[in-house]
């Protein structure tokens, strides 16, 4: 059993910046690729980051140049730095892990940000 916790999300005016985590635990050996989504309401859940075993990263068009998603495999940790972020950022963000037997979703976490 892989459990996967968010933390980071909260309150932000326009332009501030979050630092989402995502720790994995449980039977997970290692992470092959880790990546973001994120679900506003009433839209559909959408791939933000990604970054792969080889820490090839990608990332989605409207936040290139202002989120960072990065990873620390000895801690089965990744993370997503959101910088310069803008009220369409607001959704629940959601950390996704893909290891050689399956594929993890965490629960959320909730990031707000005010204009």
């Known amino acids: 059993q892989v459990h996967l916790v968010e933390s980071g999300g909260g309150l932000v005016q326009a332009g501030g910046s979050l630092r989402l985590s995502c720790a994995a635990s449980g039977s997970i050996f290692k992470i092959n690729v880790a990546n973001w989504y994120r679900q506003a309401p009433g839209k559909q859940r959408e791939l933000v980051a990604g970054?792969?075993?080889?820490?090839?990263?990608n990332y989605e068009d409207s936040v290139k140049g202002r989120f960072t998603i990065s990873r620390d495999n000895a801690k089965n940790m990744v993370y997503l730095q959101m910088n310069s972020l803008k009220p369409e950022d607001t959704a629940v963000y959601y950390c996704y892990v893909l290891d050689d037997w399956g594929g993890y979703w965490g629960q959320g976490t909730q990031v707000t940000v005010s204009s």
């Open positions: 970054i792969t075993s080889g820490d090839n990263t």
